[in-house]
Each structure stands twice: as structure tokens, then as C-alpha cells.
């Protein structure tokens, strides 16, 4: 299983080798086999939602008053994605970090917009961790988001701008692309909330009749799982901080007091994960040192076997050597002096080592 996952992402690395800057190459895994589009576009009086079969509809909304949210899923269509950038005259390197899904969460500023990458994550039915990457671009007054596969973490904020609850109607592309970073942070909470189960449950498991092996798996994984949510979550901080002390026209200034807000909640998460780390190393030396407790029990009674042995061993040895004139071979009930003397002795051991609660 180990070799099968490195070999994946050898895979994945090897398709940039050899390419030119800008060449759009999907590292992914997720290959959807039809192109899903859609766009909501509103503002505080309107509201509009349409399923897309092209992505030519949605370059009508481009130059409106109205805030439009166009979102793809399915980043192995590059011609589309490519059609998408030739319109909204994005950068080639975005394009490409778009479609390469082992991206570090990053920001770019440009004049027109803003560039950010972010890993959307949450436990599905197995409580196994997903991990998606997201692509944000946002503009004067359109916001487009670029994911692999359907199933996201949005769709509170969709019902919000559907009933026009909160302030997303009445706010620019600024707080839409907030209001997405948001909802990917407060799923965090989620995963952490989760983890924390997890490591609870792990710990009582820890003193049941769980095998080692499936101690030791449920640890493995929760280190990887926890080094999966590290590397997603930290470079948030950088990204919050650069959009928030931007001074860029596309964020406005009461804006930026709600991108704070989520900083302090990245500050939160990220605190949270140093916790569960540092548990999960506990639960590791807990393994370890009950592994090291069971196996001291074990060469407890094996030196406890061989120490009652040394003795009779030593009678045993004494008596069975081949000498003429040894008084005791010549005598009558010697045999069962012998076994007398040796049940004695083992008796005699046991209850000592059994004062000394050493049995």
C-alpha cells in the first residue's frame, strides 16, 4: 500500500518535469467525467442562479454592476479553464498553479485581482480525511473559484445569498471571496473537533484488548492526518495577513476587519493542531512504553521460570554424574530424597518471590 501511494506521487511530480512555465498539466486524481458549471449573480435587490453548460455563459456577467460567483469543478478540463483565463485575462502561472493540486495554500496580487489557493478539507462518511484543493480568484466585482471534483464546504453560504440572510447581498466580491475563506476556517473547527474524538478514543483504546498493530495503524494515521491539517492551515496566516494590510482598491477597508476576524480563528485552529501533535507524540510513547511494560512482564516470569530451575538444575547436575564413590547412590530411598529436596527448594522460591510480590 506504502509503495502504491509513493509511486502516485512520483507520478504526479514527473508530469511537470520537462514542461515550460505556464504549461497547464492536472496533477490530480479526481477526473470528472462532465464539466460542472454554475453562477450566482446578486446583489442586495436581485439575485440570479444558473447550472452552466458552457463557460462562454458566464463571460456575460463579467463587466455587470451585480457581484457574480462563477465556480468550476473539474480541473482535467484545461481547455475550459484555459478559455476561463483568456477571458478574464488571468496570468498563465495561475492558470497552472490552478491545475496543480499539490500547490502550497499561497497568495498573488495582481492590479485586477487576487490569486489565492487554499486546501478545503473535511472527514467523509468513513471519517477519513479528504483533502481538495481551491482556487480563488477574485475581481471588480466577480469572484471565480476553481475545484476538482462536486462537494464542497459552501453550501451554507449559498443558501445566505439565496434567502439574503447576513451581509454577502449587501457587500462587494471582497466579502463573497472572505465569505468562502471563512467557510473553508470554520470547517476546520469541524476536523479538529473530530481529531480530538479520535485521540480520546485512542487513548482508552490504548488499555483495551485492541492488538498493537491496530494501535499502532490508528496512531500512524493520525500523525499523517494531523501533518495533512498542519501543512493546509499554516500558510493561511501569511495569506490573511497580506490581504488584510493590502492596499489594494479591491479590498475595502471595513473589509478588512472581517478578514482579522478569521485570522484570529486561523490562530485558534493552528494552536488546536500543536495540542493534538503533541498528544498524538504522548500516545506514541504511551504505545511504547506499554509494548516495553508487556514485555518486561513477560521476561519477569521467564527469569522467575529459569531462577527456580538454577537449583534444581544444580541438584540434578550434582547427582547425575558418574562417580564410583558417591555415598548417596548406594542408598536406598536416595531417589526420593532427591525429589524431596528438590520439591522443598521450588516450594520454598515460590513463596519467596510471593512475599516479595514479585509473582
Do not use: C
Request: glycine share 4%; net charge negative; proline share 2%.
Amino acid at each position: 500500500m506504502a509503495k502504491k501511494r509513493q509511486k502516485k506521487r512520483t507520478q504526479n511530480y514527473k508530469k511537470h518535469l520537462g514542461q515550460i512555465p505556464g504549461a497547464l498539466v492536472y496533477t490530480g486524481s479526481k477526473e470528472d467525467k462532465i464539466l460542472h458549471l454554475y453562477a450566482f449573480d446578486y446583489s442586495e435587490d436581485s439575485f440570479k442562479e444558473a447550472d452552466l453548460n458552457t463557460v462562454e455563459e458566464a463571460f456575460n456577467f463579467k463587466d455587470s454592476e451585480t457581484v457574480t460567483w462563477f465556480n468550476l469543478n473539474g480541473l482535467n478540463f484545461i481547455d475550459q479553464i484555459e478559455k476561463i483565463g483568456q477571458h478574464y485575462k488571468l496570468h498563465p502561472l495561475i492558470l497552472e498553479d490552478i491545475v496543480n493540486t499539490s500547490q502550497r495554500p499561497k497568495i498573488d496580487e495582481y492590479k485586477d485581482y487576487f490569486f489565492i489557493v487554499l486546501k478545503m478539507m473535511y472527514y467523509d462518511a468513513d471519517e477519513k480525511l479528504v483533502s481538495e484543493q481551491v482556487s480563488i480568484v477574485m475581481g471588480k466585482n466577480y469572484v471565480l473559484t476553481f475545484q476538482e471534483a462536486e462537494g464542497d464546504v459552501f453550501d451554507s453560504l449559498r443558501d445566505r445569498i439565496r434567502q439574503k440572510k447576513g451581509r454577502v447581498r449587501e457587500e462587494g466580491s471582497d466579502y463573497l471571496m472572505y465569505a468562502l475563506i471563512d467557510a473553508i476556517v470554520d470547517h476546520y473547527y469541524a476536523i479538529i473537533e473530530t481529531m480530538g474524538n479520535k485521540i480520546e478514543d485512542l487513548e482508552d483504546d490504548l488499555f483495551t484488548g485492541m492488538t498493537q498493530e491496530q494501535i499502532s495503524q490508528q496512531i500512524q494515521n493520525l500523525k499523517r492526518e494531523i501533518l495533512k491539517l498542519r501543512r493546509a492551515i499554516f500558510p493561511l496566516r501569511e495569506i490573511i495577513n497580506r490581504v488584510e494590510k493590502s492596499d489594494n482598491p479591491l479590498i475595502e477597508e471595513k473589509t478588512t476587519h472581517y478578514f482579522r476576524d478569521v485570522y484570529d480563528h486561523i490562530i485558534q485552529v493552528t494552536e488546536n493542531i500543536d495540542i493534538y501533535r503533541e498528544m498524538i507524540w504522548s500516545l506514541m510513547d504511551m504505545y511504547m512504553t506499554t509494548i516495553s511494560n508487556k514485555m518486561n512482564e513477560v521476561m519477569k516470569v521467564l527469569t522467575i521460570i529459569a531462577t527456580i530451575f538454577i537449583p534444581l538444575t544444580f541438584i540434578a547436575g550434582i547427582y547425575g554424574m558418574n562417580f564410583t564413590n558417591m555415598p548417596e547412590l548406594q542408598y536406598k530411598y536416595g531417589y526420593y530424597v532427591v525429589w524431596i529436596v528438590m520439591l522443598v527448594v521450588l516450594i520454598g522460591m515460590l513463596i519467596y518471590f510471593k512475599r516479595k510480590k514479585w509473582l
